[in-house]
Each structure stands twice: as C-alpha cells, then as structure tokens.
C-alpha cells in the first residue's frame, strides 16, 4: 500500500504558487527568500500552512499542515498529510549524506574495526565488517564507496509523518509515518519506516538528542542520547539512556544505562541504572544492574574488546576486564580480571573470586528452567512481525544448535584431559586464565552428555543418527545470530560485494536444517551410535533435571511469599 501511494505521489504535478496564494501566506506570517522555488499540491489546503519560513525549494504535498516554524524549513521534499508543528527548524544541506555512511567505531574503541551504517544493514554484514575488517579494507575496497553513496536518502518528511514541538534538526532525511515528538536536537540522520501502512515502529520521544545515526523500524524514547549508531528494527532505547559508536540490531532493549563501542546483536538487553557495555560483541544478553567492563589499560588506549556469546547473563555489579570471550548461556558474577576465554564451556557459571580469577562451573546452567523457556519466549517477542515489513536480521533462535553442542563435544574432550592432571595446591586445575575443580569437571561431563542427547532427541526425532559419508564434520560459527558453517563463512568473506554476500548469507539461512543434519551425520561418530538406545533415556534424564529446578524454585518462590505475608 505505501508503495502505491508514493508512486502515486511522484505521478502528481506540483505548480507554483499564484500571487494571490504568495499575498495570503504572507498575511499568515510565512516568509521565503523567492517563492518560485514553492511549488504545492493544487489539493494543498493552504489556510493549513502559518508562522512558516521557507528556505530554498521546498515542494508540498497535499494534506501538509506546517505551523509555527521560525527558523525555516527545507530545501526538502513534504510528503502528503504530514504535520509539522511548533519545531525550532527543519533545515538540509546540499551534498549531506544523512549519516548514512557514518564510521561506526564498535568493539576497539579507536576505530580499528570500524562498520559503515547504511539502510538495510544486517547484524551479520555488521559483525563480519568488525570481526573481519580486511573483508571490508580489502574485498568490499572497490564496491563499498559506490554502495553507501547509491543510498543516501534524499532531502524529505515522508508522507503521514508527524513532527512537533521539537529543538533543531539538520540534515535529517524522515521518512513515511513516522512520529517525532519532542526531540531536542536531531542532526545528520535517517528515519526509515518499513512497515506496512498503519503498522510502523519508528517514535523519537521528548528530549532526545541524536547525531550521526540511522533509525530503520526503532524507537527512540524519553531523553536519549545518541552518537554515530544504528538504531535497527523493533529496538527500543529509552529512559535517559546513552550511547555511542554502537549498533543495536532486531529486538534489543536498552534502558537507563550506557553503551559504548558495543555491538548488540539481536534480543540484547540492559534495563538498569549504572550498567555500562563497553567493547563488546553480544546477542540475546541479559545485563545485570551495575554490569560493567572495561577496555583501556592505560597503556595504548581503549583497544581492547571482548565477545559476550549469545545468551549470556550478568549478574548485578559484575565486572569483566576485555579481552575475554565468555561461552554461550553462561552467567557472569563477580569480578573477572584474567581475561578468561570460556567458548569452549557453554553453559557454565562464571564466578570471580576475591583476586579478580575466574572460576567455572562448567554446565550448571543446563539445569536452569528458565534456559528453554528462553528459546520459545523469543520469537514470540519479535516486534517485526505482523508488520509486513523484510527481515534484515537471520536469527536462529534453538538454543542447541550445531555451534553450541559441537562446543559441548570439546567440552566433553577437554575435562578428558583436565581432569588426568593432579589438581594445583589450592585444589582448582587451570585452563585459559580460569580455574575448576575436579568434581565440577566430573559432573559437567554428565550435564553435557545429557543436553548433546536432549539435541539429538529434538533434532532426530526417529532417534537414529543418519550414514555418514565418512567427510570431515564443518565447523560452525555464530555469526550475529545467524547459526551457520564456515564453510559459508568463508565464501562471504571471499564476496566482492554486500549484495553477493548477503545472497550468500541467505542461501545458508535457508539451508540451516539441512547442513544441520548434515554435520549430525558426520560428527557423532561410532561411540555415539552405539549408544542411540540412550537418546531417549537421556532426553528424558535431561528434562527431569530441568523439571527439578523449575520444583526447586516454586518450592523457594512458596516460602518467600509466606515469609512476606502480614
């Protein structure tokens, strides 16, 4: 339907102005330099339009209803029945690229790793810019500048856009229904709506002020701050948050607190006071109140980053010293000051100990009610949906996927070896700057033999391990949400071009299941086809630990409220 309508739109003949019409915006307090360069909709209801300053060439649609703009409005395009109330100003540039193009410092705060914002950018072309920046120096070289220049949106308010009692905005493409209300400052940006008619996401509220940014089917709320972001679809920052140099990409909520240098990959969250997300890469977070890292050691600036694996949470106060990478679903508490690398122990609670060491419990959380109550709960939440609007980000949502369960299976190896070593004085055996004891290992081992059976269960559910064809088993990397092989890795990072890669990430989208049973086939060797008879056992094994802990918490949650009553 929106299509429709600006096709429609740009079919229309705007004239100029006759005398009489100049004589009668004129009595209504409206100014401008040369009224030739007016032109309108002959359906312009101009009893609609006072207290206006026109700067430059400025074409109205009908509809348009313009009051009480003292510092000026365009050189730009008003698309139909907009509304542009009681705003400071309203002004373009020529030759303004409306922040799109923007260099976006996340991880390594001094611009190593950079990503260019554009419409449209997915968390995996964003992820692959930062992570592998040679992709984007050396095989995007020749493409990239004519790709961002092609989409620089023009000079315009699109159609059935509201804009009210707001500060000055400079060099801000807006696009079709959209709400600005009560903006402080808006410059050098781009507002796009996606959805379908009726159906839009996108608000910027009351005392906002943004520079150098991208809004595509987000929202902006109360008292804002933002600088050199990409704000992406059904995101939503509010409450005197803060940010710069960072991008917010499907499903994210951030509230109250700070972010800097973070790239928040899909259904990311930081709702509280005093949290600060610096240098790092997350996906399906969870942030802690207090929550913090930091990534300048006072040596050569702020360049150090860390990745936070999908489903990671944080614990109030928690505290991380970058680098580090911390392994999928894994729950951080205390202090980390070693740098500690747990990829490889998903699942696990990390705790910090009075020096600032990491201990591990591999495996706890796989006992956690809540963990695939998760899985269900998040596609359910997905503001994109029933809005008719494309899908720039490729979320796999299953907690046990390839890339979790193939760690599980190194996990399994690792405590192997760990625990045929003795253990060091104070009892703990050492890995990657992070510390276990034996028993914890011993009863890891048995929590990810259970889940790696509870994933084939759902995987296969004839419960039998499909022939291999005896070829080695992919790898596979998560690559901002999206599951995927590195094979197909690999072929992206060979593409000249943002379209081929995209197709290319697509393909491996759409192909997920398939390459999924694949590598089943060629990863579970024989020690795990003689035990096939265990799937369902274990399955069941599985769930009745998870059901315990689910018993367990209404069981405590029962005592508080009796502890609580009058």
Not at 154 to 175: F, H, L, Q, W
Not at 249 to 258: H, K, R, Y
Request: proline share 4%.
């Amino acid at each position: 339907m929106k299509a429709t309508m600006q096709t429609d739109q740009n079919k229309k003949t705007l004239r100029n102005l006759t005398e009489k019409e100049i004589d009668r915006l004129d009595k209504q307090h409206c100014f401008s330099d040369d009224w030739s360069l007016i032109t309108i909709d002959p359906e312009l209801d101009l009893g609609n339009i006072s207290h206006v300053r026109f700067i430059g060439a400025v074409q109205i649609n009908r509809g348009v209803r313009l009051r009480d703009i003292p510092g000026g409005i365009g050189p730009c395009n008003i698309g139909e029945y907009t509304r542009i109330e009681n705003v400071a100003s309203l002004r373009f540039e020529p030759g303004s690229s409306h922040g799109i193009g923007t260099k976006v410092n996340v991880l390594d705060e001094t611009g190593s790793r950079a990503v260019y914002i554009y419409p449209r950018l997915s968390a995996q072309i964003a992820t692959l810019m930062a992570r592998e920046p040679d992709w984007l120096n050396n095989g995007l070289k020749d493409t990239f500048k004519g790709f961002i220049e092609a989409r620089i949106s023009p000079a315009k308010v699109g159609s059935r856009t509201i804009i009210r009692d707001c500060g000055p905005i400079k060099n801000v493409s807006i696009g079709d229904e959209i709400t600005i209300s009560g903006a402080l400052k808006l410059e050098n940006g781009t507002i796009i709506n996606n959805a379908a008619h009726g159906l839009s996401l996108v608000n910027i509220g009351a005392g906002v002020v943004a520079e150098n940014f991208i809004v595509e089917d987000g929202t902006i709320g109360e008292k804002v701050g933002v600088k050199n972001c990409y704000i992406g679809q059904g995101t939503e920052l509010g409450k005197g948050f803060t940010a710069h140099d960072s991008l917010f990409f499907a499903n994210c909520v951030f509230e109250n607190g700070e972010a800097v240098s973070i790239l928040a990959g899909p259904y990311s969250v930081s709702m509280h006071k005093g949290t600060l997300l610096i240098g790092c890469q997350t996906s399906f977070l969870n942030a802690g109140s207090s929550s913090n890292q930091s990534n300048h050691m006072y040596k050569l600036g702020p360049i150090h980053w860390g990745i936070l694996e999908r489903g990671v949470k944080t614990s109030s106060g928690s505290y991380l010293m970058l680098g580090a990478k911390i392994g999928a679903f894994s729950l951080l508490m205390g202090s980390h000051k070693t740098h500690p690398d747990s990829s490889f122990f998903p699942f696990s609670y990390l705790f910090g100990d009075e020096k600032g060491a990491t201990v591990v419990v591999p495996a706890a959380m796989l006992r956690s009610c809540g963990l695939l109550r998760d899985e269900t709960k998040w596609p359910a939440r997905d503001k994109r949906l029933k809005r008719e609007i494309p899908l720039f980000d490729r979320i796999i949502f299953n907690v046990l996927n390839p890339y979790t369960v193939d760690n599980m299976l190194r996990a399994i190896d690792i405590i192997k070896e760990l625990t045929s070593r003795p253990a060091d004085d104070d009892l703990y055996v050492r890995h990657k700057g992070m510390k276990f004891t034996r028993a914890s290992l011993d009863r890891a081992k048995k929590f990810y033999t259970y889940a790696i059976f509870k994933y084939l269960s759902l995987t296969l559910p004839n419960g039998i391990i499909p022939d291999s064809d005896n070829k080695a088993p992919e790898d596979w990397v998560d690559v901002g949400g999206q599951i995927m092989t590195r094979s197909d890795l690999k072929k992206v990072l060979a593409s000249r071009s943002v379209k081929e890669a995209e197709d290319i990430l697509n393909h491996a989208f759409l192909s997920y299941r398939q390459e999924e049973l694949l590598w089943i086939s060629r990863r579970f060797d024989d020690s795990w086809r003689k035990r096939q008879e265990d799937i369902t056992y274990c399955s069941k094994r599985f769930d009745q630990i998870v059901e315990e802990d689910r018993e367990e918490y209404l069981e405590n949650l029962k005592r508080e409220d009796n502890m609580l009553k009058l």
